[in-house]
């Protein structure tokens, strides 16, 4: 029935707000109607034909690539800090920070895709509201830490003249405070299963770090098949919740270091017997607000086993983490 109603009435339902109620009856009419909007078209998209995807992604593909700031380091001066702008100071090679870059591009590809309620994609959305701010990590600007965020780590996010950060946090904070299809989900057992999937993802990344540095095929696998157990939970979709989430931001970075470095370290293939994992690479893949932060696995691997063999293996978890990418 949704596929059916996304077939015939998407186009009524794209020429004005007010008939946005007829395709999603069960909106939440409490939230601002930007949000609204949103969030019926993202549906309207989930459940709708194949016909109908093909279509709203071709529009995806004709979104120009963003031109990246250069990075500024110990030499740069610092932006207008604190005048209305909203920044987020990151890093092209920080997993934690491409995290929270993932999702400034997925919202605003929306955004440009949905918000004049037309087939037209303008150049528009988040990519224009949160300005990025590459820092380099080895050369930082004193600026950043006396100025900006004490803690001298990125992510960190500039908004209403105030600075938060930690990756996670700031998932949540971009998808509840900025327009765009919310990435977190609504359904109870799922709002569960998130939470126990962000918690976990630390502990994700300490036990292949670990197992990278030993000898055990066994401890590498392990994490790995938690992952492919937990993509087997929802059979509504090929990722984590079923459909795409903050919780699939979470893993990506570290899903794209990991699998070419232990191909690299261990002659080992993540992917070997886990489908779902194979599936859930393959559809990450084409998401194109995920694609525009990957880097070259070859640079990644090269920055990785620079670090690695460097950190003892008895070293605290944050330790290896903090070594690794220094974010």
Excluded at 96 to 106: E, K, L, S, T
Excluded at 182 to 204: N, Q, S
């Amino acid at each position: 029935m949704a596929a059916l109603i996304v077939s015939h009435k998407l186009s009524s339902c794209l020429t004005s707000p007010q008939d946005l109620s007829k395709c999603c009856p069960s909106i939440n009419s409490t939230r601002p109607p930007s949000f609204q909007a949103f969030s019926c078209l993202h549906r309207l998209y989930r459940f709708s034909s194949k016909k109908t995807r093909a279509r709203i992604t071709a529009m995806a593909s004709g979104i120009v690539q963003e031109i990246l700031p250069p990075v500024l380091d110990s030499t740069s001066d610092p932006p207008s800090l604190f005048d209305g702008t909203t920044r987020l100071y990151t890093s092209y090679i920080c997993p934690y920070a491409q995290r929270v870059w993932i999702i400034r591009n997925y919202k605003s590809f929306l955004a440009e895709c949905f918000f004049t309620y037309s087939y037209f994609c303008e150049e528009q959305g988040l990519q224009d509201k949160i300005k990025l701010v590459p820092i380099d990590l080895q050369n930082r600007p004193a600026w950043y830490k006396e100025k900006v965020y004490p803690t001298n780590k990125v992510p960190s996010l500039e908004h209403n003249n105030e600075i938060k950060g930690e990756s996670l946090d700031l998932l949540k904070y971009i998808d509840s405070h900025f327009e765009g299809p919310m990435l977190f989900p609504e359904d109870p057992a799922k709002i569960e299963f998130a939470e126990e999937l962000l918690t976990y993802t630390d502990t994700f990344s300490g036990a292949v770090i670990t197992s990278l540095k030993g000898d055990s095929e066994k401890e590498l696998s392990a994490p790995f098949d938690y992952l492919e157990t937990a993509l087997s939970k929802f059979d509504d979709g090929h990722f984590f919740l079923g459909q795409f989430s903050l919780v699939d931001i979470a893993y990506a970075p570290f899903i794209e270091r990991f699998q070419p470095l232990a191909l690299d370290l261990k002659k080992y293939d993540i992917t070997t017997g886990r489908p779902k994992l194979v599936s859930w690479i393959e559809e990450i893949n084409k998401i194109e607000a995920y694609k525009q932060t990957k880097r070259d696995p070859h640079e990644l691997i090269s920055i990785l086993k620079k670090h690695l063999f460097v950190i003892p293996l008895h070293c605290t978890f944050e330790i290896n983490l903090n070594s690794l990418y220094s974010c």
